[in-house]
């Protein structure tokens, strides 16, 4: 069962390239398609990143 549904199909481009963002931002080699030659690590350096750069987003336009 994959867990990797996105709850607005088309977000899914955008989310995509923001991924492709914080892999860059971070210095992980990311690719299009499979990249289970990854680490975990490096993984969770991109999730933690893009997490990161939706919170400070959100807080800088909060009222």
């Known amino acids: 069962m994959s867990r990797n ?3 607005v199909p088309e977000a ?3 989310l ?3 991924k ?3 892999a860059n931002a971070v ?7 499979y990249n289970g030659d990854l680490t975990a ?3 969770g350096s991109v999730g933690g990143e893009m997490v990161k ?3 400070n987003y ?4 909060m009222l």
């Open 58 to 61: 959100y807080e800088q336009n």
């Open 16 to 18: 995509n390239k923001f």
């Open 5 to 7: 549904r996105v709850l």
């Open 12 to 14: 899914r481009e955008g």
């Open 53 to 55: 750069k939706m919170i």
């Open 41 to 43: 690590k490096q993984c």
């Open 27 to 33: 210095g992980v080699p990311l690719k299009e398609g």
């Open 20 to 22: 492709m963002e914080a």
